[in-house]
Each structure stands twice: as C-alpha cells, then as structure tokens.
C-alpha cells in the first residue's frame, strides 16, 4: 500500500520559514516525480514545485526565489523549504508522487495546513 505522509504544517508569521516534508512508503520513490500542490480557502488546487528524478526543479511564479523543493531518494522524502512566507501562502499544502506512461501511477498525501498569519 502506497503512502505519502506530510509533516512541518503550522502557524507562522509572515517573513518565516517553514520546511515540509513528505516520506513515502510502499512505491520504488526514485522512480517518481515529486510534486507539491496546495489548496487556498476557497480556491482551486494548484502546483507549487516539481522536483523530477533527475532532480530538475520548475516552481510557480508565485513561488519563485523563496520556496526550494528537494529530496532524497535514501531515505525515500521529498521536501519544501519556504522562506519569506507570505499570508497568500496559506494554504492545505499535498505531497504528489507521478509515475508517467506506460505505468501511469498518481499517489497523494492527507495534506498539512500551513497559515501565514501575524
């Protein structure tokens, strides 16, 4: 049984940082890209960073400058480093695991809640 497991949600002020991770489990992870989306209140759910296997990184313009995506396939974690967090960064944040064609494998975590808040 495939699981990804967020964790580091929480509450920070703005201009903080935050590092979420997320530790997958039952899946060949080095196989996989890995994705961070996050849902707004109110709002649709949207890609925030990809990290692939080769480790090449694309992020929203949003984002761009202050969140880093990682990982390490030893220890099976992707991770997101927000710095400069902004109010417009709260959000439910998701762990994605994507395994194109021909296999076509698309796993996701419960979701960690980051608020940006003074």
């Known amino acids: 049984q495939v699981q990804l497991v967020e964790s580091g949600g929480g509450l920070v002020q703005p201009g903080g940082s935050l590092r979420l991770s997320c530790a997958g489990s039952g899946l060949l992870f080095r196989l996989y890209a890995m994705n961070w989306y996050r849902q707004p209140p109110g709002k649709q759910r949207e890609l925030v960073a990809g990290i692939t296997t080769g480790g090449r990184t694309n992020y929203a313009d949003s984002v761009k400058g202050r969140f880093t995506i990682s990982r390490d396939n030893a220890k099976n974690t992707v991770y997101l480093q927000m710095n400069s967090l902004k109010p417009e960064d709260t959000a439910v944040y998701y762990c994605?695991?994507?395994?194109?064609?021909?296999?076509?494998?698309?796993?996701w975590g419960q979701g960690t809640r980051v608020t940006v808040s003074s």
């Open positions: 994605n695991a994507y395994l194109g064609a021909p296999m076509g494998r698309d796993y």
